[in-house]
């Protein structure tokens, strides 16, 4: 089977960081009978000619400079697509993610490019006056792709594991950088396995953090609906309580680069129908992080 998902980007404003330079015009020094005859573009703080007399004068001036920040954003990146294999007729089973790109003989991608396609990512650029957010998911019913009418039952779809990673900026941090997705991922655990204090929280696989079920949405001639569910979250946290930290500024990431971090649960034997079968994600972020 294989699921593209479609990407819902509830939050992307520009973001633009700049400065700007005010001057008023300089104060000079009123003019005296010693400073008679003295060019405008002459140095006053040393002897100056008056009318063939050497004497001492000065000017002093004043000016201003400024600088202004905008906002930052929020951003939204990646659109993999959830591909878990054609399956035989079969039992009542579970059918795992197959990650797209090259994998080593464990099943886990490891090249940058296949990492990125495998995963998203949330960018936070807003000041610390606007800060933490949180990410949920739904799916839609699985349609066959040939007639767009036969829906495959599936019970949910469980988000089991995640690899979280860094964004580190390969240029130097910008606009364009920001919008353009110019950074790589990098493991987020230190030499030890420890995360930083400023990672978003509610990580998936993380021994506090169970897996997340996901039914799709639509009616399969049971009562049971669709659900959103939310897979990632950053605490706001406190500026001035370092026991407290803020998570989730700049660049992070949920990557499924290991076979089966996700899995879909199909119905029984009886249930299943032969076909090519496509459903849609939708993830949305929201500036309402969990209490």
């Given amino acids: 089977m294989s699921l593209m998902r479609k990407l819902t980007q509830a939050l992307a404003l520009s973001a633009v960081a700049c400065s700007t330079f005010a001057s008023t015009t300089p104060a000079f020094a009123a003019r005296s009978a010693a400073l008679d005859g003295v060019g405008s573009s002459a140095i006053l703080n040393s002897s100056a000619a008056a009318n063939g007399n050497s004497t001492d004068g000065y000017a002093s001036g004043q000016s201003q400079a400024g600088v202004a920040f905008e906002e930052g954003s929020l951003y939204l990146y990646g659109n993999p697509s959830f591909n878990f294999g054609t399956h035989l007729w079969s039992a009542d089973k579970t059918w795992d993610l197959l990650p797209s790109g090259a994998a080593n003989s464990s099943g886990t991608v490891t090249k940058q490019n296949d990492i990125k396609a495998n995963s998203i990512a949330v960018g936070d650029f807003r000041s610390y006056n606007k800060r933490g957010w949180s990410l949920n998911v739904n799916v839609t019913k699985f349609v066959n792709v040939k007639n767009s009418k036969e829906v495959q039952p599936i019970r949910a779809m469980i988000f089991h594991h995640a690899s979280l990673m860094n964004g580190k900026f390969n240029v130097p941090v910008s606009d364009e950088a920001i919008q353009k997705s110019m950074f790589d991922f ?20 993380s021994d506090s953090h169970p897996d997340i079920s996901v039914v799709p949405k639509g009616d399969y001639g049971s009562p049971v609906k669709g659900n959103e569910a939310v897979i990632w979250n950053a605490n706001p946290g406190d500026v001035n309580d370092p026991s407290n930290p803020v998570q989730g500024k700049s660049v992070w990431g949920l990557s499924f680069v290991d076979k089966g971090d996700v899995q879909l649960i199909p119905v029984n034997q009886i249930d299943q129908l032969p076909g090519d079968y496509r459903a849609q994600l939708t993830w949305t972020l929201s500036t309402t992080p969990l209490p």
């Fill in 186 to 205: 990098h493991d987020a655990h230190d030499s030890q396995g420890n995360l930083p204090s400023d990672a978003p929280a509610n990580i998936l696989g």
